[in-house]
């Protein structure tokens, strides 16, 4: 079993309560079987052979966002989500992953995505075939929810590149990176996909691989070089990145002001795993009068609506409804305008949500909107 690589964190986390109030799943769900604790109980009788992996067990497994919050507060340096990655493998090894999980699973084998949607529709909004090119210094990694669910923020992000002058491309049959089938527990399935997609990007021979999708950056930066993928060398940077690092060159240059007052929220993979968190407030400092109020729950402890590989959402839509509710109340607090991200998945389920008075916005619309 592959949880017996992670017997210290299991151990630990079945007798320690420390985390239970930050738990974004346990918070919300309430379920002892939702914090690190109950999950840690689980596996452990699962480890020592006192329970096999019942549905019920497995939905609890699967009712994790892995956003990562109890492994930045816990001081005896256990990684929960480490252990919870390793019982769905363990669980898809055995076939006894629920239904909702194989159905995603399917929809990304068979479309490139996991909303099951063409593969022949995922640029559709986004215009004609000059966007793609043979050969080019930048390729623009799209992603999966932002090309299907917010294209405004890729349109968006080609009018950045454009302002710029960038020599870019997209990836004519870009697919998922194949972050969101690790996620769900298909190993030997998430490196098939990401050798695929590794080889159409080394392909176009680039210097540098942006994307607007905090989960495939990580992706990029963290899953492929564990697997021993090999990009060639290409620089890979998230938008909020690139983007500083355009306005720092004068290549690109905000000149109007979005709005009075303005809060940003950090994500899991940007914030938490990367430590991207100067870059978009850099940004957000280029714009003359425009007032940054923090949240009280910023930077590493910062809430999160389950966005990681954009698949929690689709496997327990309500339990996310109320996570981003739970942001927005907490952004409404600063007194801000216009609340900011850097993640599509982030901002959908912020949208469905939103029943304040805040505009939501990703980062690159924001600069867009402004050049």
Request: charged share 25%; aromatic share 6%.
């Amino acid at each position: 079993m592959l949880i017996s690589e992670h017997t210290s964190t299991i151990e630990a986390c079945r007798f320690c309560f420390m985390c239970r109030h930050v738990c974004t799943v346990g918070v919300i769900g309430g379920r002892e079987s939702d914090i690190p604790r109950g999950k840690g109980l689980i596996l452990f009788k699962v480890l020592k052979g006192h329970a096999d992996y019942s549905p019920d067990l497995v939905d609890a497994l699967y009712r994790c966002c892995l956003c990562g919050l109890c492994e930045t507060w816990c001081k005896a340096d256990c990684r929960p989500p480490d252990a919870i990655l390793a019982a769905r493998a363990d669980i898809v090894a055995q076939g006894k992953e629920p239904v909702a999980v194989r159905r995603i699973k399917d929809h990304l084998l068979q479309t490139g995505n996991p909303f099951g949607l063409p593969a022949e529709e995922r640029f559709q909004a986004l215009g004609g075939p000059d966007l793609f090119r043979g050969q080019a210094e930048v390729v623009y990694y799209v992603g999966c929810d932002t090309a299907y669910r917010q294209p405004q923020i890729a349109t968006a992000m080609l009018k950045i590149l454009g302002a710029a002058n960038a020599d870019f491309t997209l990836l004519p049959n870009e697919r998922s990176t194949g972050k969101p089938l690790s996620l769900l527990g298909y190993r030997d399935e998430a490196r098939t996909m990401a050798e695929q997609l590794a080889a159409e990007i080394r392909g176009v021979r680039p210097k540098l691989l942006v994307t607007t999708c905090p989960s495939a950056f990580d992706a990029f930066k963290t899953d492929y070089p564990a697997m021993g993928i090999d990009l060639a060398g290409v620089e890979v940077l998230h938008a909020a990145q690139y983007v500083d690092r355009l306005i720092e060159q004068g290549a690109v240059v905000p000149r109007k002001q979005p709005a009075a007052i303005a809060t940003f929220l950090d994500g899991t993979y940007l914030g938490r795993t990367h430590a991207v968190y100067d870059e978009p407030r850099r940004i957000l400092g280029a714009f003359a009068g425009l007032t940054l109020g923090e949240m009280v729950w910023a930077r590493e402890l910062a809430y999160s609506c389950g966005e990681p590989g954009g698949v929690f959402h689709l496997l327990h839509p309500e339990l996310s409804g109320r996570m981003a509710a739970r942001v927005l109340e907490e952004a409404a607090k600063t007194g801000a305008d216009v609340l900011i991200t850097a993640c599509p998945t982030t901002l959908e389920l912020l949208q469905k949500g939103n029943h304040t008075k805040l505009k939501l916005r990703d980062l690159v619309e924001v600069v867009a909107a402004a050049l």
